[in-house]
Structures are given as structure tokens and as C-alpha cells.
């Protein structure tokens, strides 16, 4: 395995969700990501960038292209996707037809990271480790799975993630 | 990536250590991974295997063999290990030595998991991914990164593994 | 301080909030309470009566009916009711008028109990202690005070209750 | 209630230890008590002090000495000391002697507030609660309970605090 950087882009999602009661809503908050990887005492040169704060249900054309940009002009060949649920196989197709010879991994969590029972950290090292061991292309990697991020779909009566 | 089942095999270590306040002592207790994985909400077949319960320094080498054993004999093509940290790299090697043909990552905390603050579901999220992504050998997932099990050590006073 | 036993109400509010996924929004669910109680090691008799699950924005003057029947109606003397912040206060004043000779202590919580950071363990601490050293009465135990229940107010903006 | 302001004397015991891995060893730690008051979103005015880092089997006589001294100089009429469980009850000998005419809470844990589950906070919950509500004099806030700090003792067996 290489020791080479990790880009972690978080764009909103569950994963970044709280409650604001002064509204008695929840929001998309400041990313809790950077927190997450102090917490997992990573070690690995890393670096996050908040492109945006979005539910993936409101993500447009414009922004996955952002996304797909900001995966493709960075100097790191290792990327990490933090996202919405919904679409987040939508933003896997872009991305693999605008980000060439990267490893790619998209991963959320289907209960916010601030929830005492969380799917956060664990789907955040899935990826973390997808990033540095699998070979070029978009993997999503959700339910306790490594997928190929242009054949799974969520299955949201199930919660989960399945392959297709 | 395939979706056949893993198997994960309990040894101990800090990753399952509570703290018992009759004897105001922390013992290693019965294996809270079963719960992490629920909690990650892994819908990936899996499945535990509670092997022993020893801090990683009283291992013996009967023990290593017993927990190689039931590596190279289980159905499963792909392995979990959790484990103490101090002698992790010790096991690497037998397991190296003595299970041909398997992808078998360990992993294990420097905080127990049954604290607020602790790298245990992030690193057991790096396991599971390398389960299913890295090639037959052995593996280390620990610190935010994916070692071969046999290029690593652990850096005692920095508080994490470092390649070798 | 006497041991007899505490009568739990739990109506619903921002301590009972869970996300679900499927839906993508916060409902209030299940109470957590006996969940806290059990986590806070309570020897103390205590019984847990799940009333209804409103947000107190929602709830209508039948409801605070039932809630002060409830209270007035059972054994207990001492009785700890969960209740949504916004409008706790209404509550009290209702109890205050239909519940005599009875120690009854309101809370709640700004954060979700299902929230890794939150202030309902100790919120329905501050309760049961206040149930078993206040006078009859009605009391509201938010932002570490214990407050007459007639004496106090919400102040939405600034997240906190103050005397008034 | 009065809103006047409380002072809470730190001494170590079971809520403030953490684990460290380098040394392989429980020790207690830093004061885990002003996170845990932020948590709780406490308002009212209140000033920590930490007095020493002891498991309570460890305190001297010196020791309780120093802690009635510290809760009796203070300028505050409400003290809350956290403390190790098994001499708990000791220490409360001693205040009740040396500090009169205040109000005294005593609490601890029986598992520490850094794992994921406590008692921790809805113990300091009752503590502040009690040292606004109870009149002056020493009392033990533990195991969902007020107790009078002099009728009360540790069941180490049963792992709960019960009136004697």
C-alpha cells in the first residue's frame, strides 16, 4: 500500500446533519468529517474541503459538476466523497466519466455522525481504506460494502444499499 | 467486488476492554463487535467467531496457532481478525506463514469501543473494506491507514503504526 | 429523602427525536427514556408511562388534560413528565391548577437523547432529584435550574430558560 | 429557587478515568466535568475547581481535610464535589463535620463519563438539582437517588448505593 494523500470533498448529506431547536429543524451543518478522522487517530496525510452543504436530493447538474471538478483538478489521486444518500449513485456516474485515472469512493451514512448509533465512522473508514487499496474508478462504499459505484442502487424501503 | 461473507474472529485486546467498578479494574470482556457491526448497519453476510479474550501481551504462541487455525480452516475466503495492538505484527506473521490463499486483515483500537471517543467502528470499517477489496496476504488496518501485515510496526510512544 | 417511587410521563419533544432515512426527516419515535434510566443505573422504583408522542407545539388542550389526569390520577407522588420545550411552560400551569399536593418536575432536552452530545441524561437527572427534594408543587428543570414551574420561560433565541 | 451560583470541587474516582494505551493502564485524567456541563447546556453560574486526581481508595485523611477546607472557604453556599464511589460516603463524614450551613452534593460514576455509556451525566444532573432544591447539610447523589450523606452506603456487590 501507498502512504501517497487522502482529498476527503464532503458536499452535506445525513452524515452532516443536526438539529437546530432555536428552528425545531434539522439542518446540514459545518461537516463533522475532520472531527471523525481526530476521533479515528488517522495518521495518513489527509486533507478536507467542504465544497458544499446539501441534502443529495437537492444536488443539481451544476454542483456534481463542481464535485467531479474538484475531484479532477486535485493534486491527490486518492479522493473521498462524503454525500447524500439518494443520489449518490447519480454523482458516481459523473464522476466516472469526468474524474480519469483517480480512486474515487463515495460514502454517507444513513444516521447523522452526530447520533450516539451512527454509521458514520464506519462508513467513513470503509472508505478510507477502499481509497488506498482499490484500483482506479468510483466505488461507493455503504452497508458494510465496497460496491462499483455504476452498479448499486439504495433501496430505501430495505435502508440499504444493494448491488445491481 | 464480490459479496461473499466474512468472518470475523474476536481475540481481545483494547478494542473490548470495559471497566468493572466491583473491582475498580478494566478487564477484557465479552466482544462488542457484534454490536458495532449492527450499529454500522452492515447488511454484507458476516459472520463472529469469539476466539479468546487476552490483552495482545499474554498471547502465546498455542494461541496464535489456535487463531490461525481457525482462519485457514473457516469457509470463508476473506478474514477479520480483532486483536490487541501491542503484538499485532507478531500474529501478521504466523498468519502469513500458516493461511495460504485467504485476504485476512487485522484490526483492533487504542481506545476501547465502549468509550464516547474511540477509532474502534472507523477501523473496523477499514477492515471490512480491505476484506473485500485487497488481494490474498495480510493485512493491517490501524491509524487511518492499510499496511502489509509484514512491512509494519507499531510506534509505541506516538500512539499509532508506522510502515516499516 | 424518601424512596418512594417516581411516575415517568413521557408526552414526546426534541428529547424523543430520531431521523429516519426513508422518510428523510426527524420524527419523534419510541421514548429513549427508559433506555437513559437504565444507562444512569436507577435503583430507585420507578414506572414509565409513554402518554403520547408530540411535538409541544402540536399539543392541544385536550392533551393537557389527559397529561394533568395522568399525574393526578396515579399512586405516584412524585412524578417526572418529558415534555418538547416550546411549550412546557403551558403545561405547567395546567398541572399547577389540576394536580394538587403533588411534586411534579417538567424537562426535556434542546439536543436529541439519540444525539451523541446531548443534555437529556442530566435534564432527567436534575428531574429526578428535584422529585424527590422538592416541596408539592410544580417544577421545570432545563439549562442546569430547577425553576418554578409558574416563574419561568422559554428564550427561544438564546437556546435557554430564564426566570421571570 | 435561587439562581445563585454553584461551585463544583473535582477530586478524581471513577468519572474521570480514561484509558491510555501507551502505558496499557486505566489512570483518571483531566476533569471530563466542564465538557460534561457544556453538554447540558448549564446556564446558570457555576465555577469548577479541581481539587485532585485520586481514586477514592487512595484519599488521605490530608485529603478530606483539604476538600472540606476548599467546599467551606468558598464564597458559594451550593458545592457539588464529584468523587470516587467507595470512600464516598467518608468523605461526607467529614464535610458533614467541617463545612456547616451549606449545601453539599457528593456524586460520582460507576462507569466513566467518557464511555459511551454512563451514569455520569444524569448523576451530576441530580447533584446540581439537589444543591438547588435540598436544604443545607451533606447529601449523596447516586443511583437515581438524594440520599441524607449519612445514611447511606456503597453495595460494591449489587453496584448500587441503598439507605441505611
Known amino acids: 500500500m501507498t502512504d501517497s494523500s487522502i482529498l476527503v470533498l464532503t458536499t452535506g448529506g445525513t452524515i452532516d446533519k443536526a438539529y437546530f431547536d432555536a428552528l425545531s429543524e434539522y439542518q446540514i451543518v459545518d461537516s463533522g468529517i475532520p472531527e471523525l478522522l481526530k476521533e479515528a487517530r488517522v ?3 489527509f486533507r478536507v474541503v467542504e465544497l458544499m452543504r446539501k441534502d443529495s436530493l437537492e444536488l443539481t447538474d451544476a454542483d456534481r459538476t463542481l464535485i ?4 479532477r483538478e486535485a493534486p491527490e489521486a486518492r479522493v ?5 444518500t439518494d443520489t449518490m ?5 459523473v464522476i466516472a466519466s469526468e474524474v480519469p485515472g483517480k480512486t474515487v469512493v463515495l460514502t454517507g451514512a444513513l444516521s447523522p455522525a452526530r447520533f450516539a448509533e451512527t454509521d458514520a465512522p464506519f462508513n467513513l473508514g470503509m472508505a478510507f481504506a477502499t481509497a488506498q487499496t482499490a484500483p482506479p474508478g468510483v466505488w461507493i462504499a455503504m452497508s458494510g460494502q465496497v460496491f462499483d ?9 430495505a435502508g440499504k444499499f444493494v448491488a445491481i
Chains 1, 2, 3, 4 share one sequence.
Not at 68 to 71: D, I, M, V
Not at 80 to 84: A, E, F, K, W
Open 68 to 71: 467531479a471538478s474538484a475531484a
Open 43 to 45: 495518521a495518513l496525510p
Open 89 to 93: 449513485t447519480e454523482t458516481a456516474k
Open 149 to 157: 459505484g455504476l452498479k448499486v442502487r439504495k433501496d430505501r424501503e
Open 80 to 84: 473521498v466523497i462524503t454525500h447524500g
